[in-house]
C-alpha cells in the first residue's frame, strides 16, 4: 500500500506494478518505513521471474548530493544491498512520463544483471 511522503518509492511501485502486470518480474514487496527492512536499506524487495529476491533501495534526486554521493553512503552503511536507484522527483511536474521511462530503463538494467 503506499504511504504518502514519498513520491520517489511511489514512482518505483508504480512501474514495478506495471513490470509485474507485464510478466517481467513475478512481483514486490514494498516495505513500512522504519521496519526491520527498512532499516537494513531495503525499500523494495524485487521476486524476479527465476525466484530470486532482488533487495532495492530508493533515493530521491536533488541538487545537494549527486546520486554517485548516495550509493557510496548507502554502500557504507548497507553493504548487503547492492542495487539502488536515484529517481528524479523534480521533474515529475514538468516531465512525468520522462521519470517513469528513466525508473522503467534503470529497473530493467538492474533486474537484468
Excluded: W
Excluded at 522504519?34 to 532482488?54: P, Q, T, V, Y
Amino acid at each position: 500500500m503506499p504511504r504518502p511522503g514519498n513520491p520517489a518509492e511511489e514512482v518505483v511501485e508504480k512501474v514495478l506494478e506495471k513490470m509485474a502486470e507485464a510478466g517481467v518480474i513475478s512481483g514486490f514487496f514494498r516495505n513500512r518505513p522504519n521496519d526491520r527492512l527498512d532499516e537494513e536499506g531495503m525499500d523494495f524487495l524485487i521476486i524476479l521471474k527465476n525466484k530470486f529476491a532482488l533487495p532495492l533501495q530508493v533515493k530521491t534526486a536533488n541538487r545537494r548530493e549527486s546520486c554517485e554521493d548516495k550509493f557510496r553512503k548507502h554502500k557504507r552503511k548497507h553493504p548487503l544491498v547492492n542495487f539502488l536507484i536515484c529517481v528524479p522527483v523534480g521533474l515529475l511536474a514538468s516531465d512525468a512520463e520522462r521519470v517513469y521511462r528513466e525508473v522503467e530503463k534503470d529497473l530493467r538494467g538492474i533486474i537484468d544483471t
